[in-house]
């Protein structure tokens, strides 16, 4: 769900997904994207809960997703934390990493 609701945020920013779930060796990349002509590695958190999705990012998935994102050729990396809440859904966006 947190993933299909980034694709349409990223699309209302501009940004226009060219692939997801990009598999990599023995990784994945969650949304690949293309801001203009850079292309952009995106991982998604999502949560239902209390706290905030993009905490779920620690520096071991920033090194990573940053090697898996040299893998296809991303400029940049982005991080979005979704929060999927009764009434809302508040979206973090962290371009260019955390």
């Known amino acids: 769900m947190g993933e299909r609701l980034t694709r349409w945020f990223l699309g209302e920013h501009?940004?226009?997904?060219i692939a997801t779930n990009v598999r990599v060796d023995r990784g994945e990349i969650d949304?690949?994207?293309?801001?203009?002509?850079?292309?952009?590695?995106?991982?998604?958190r999502t949560i239902t809960g209390l706290g905030q999705a993009?905490?779920?990012?620690?520096?071991?998935?920033?090194?990573?997703v940053g090697w898996l994102?040299?893998?296809v050729g991303a400029t940049r990396i982005d991080f979005v934390g979704v929060k999927i809440e009764p009434t809302a859904v508040v979206f973090h966006w962290v371009a260019g990493g955390v």
């Open 69 to 71: 994102a040299r893998k």
């Open 31 to 44: 949304i690949l994207a293309l801001d203009h002509r850079e292309r952009v590695a995106i991982e998604v």
């Open 14 to 17: 501009g940004l226009r997904v």
């Open 54 to 64: 993009i905490d779920a990012v620690d520096l071991a998935k920033r090194q990573r």
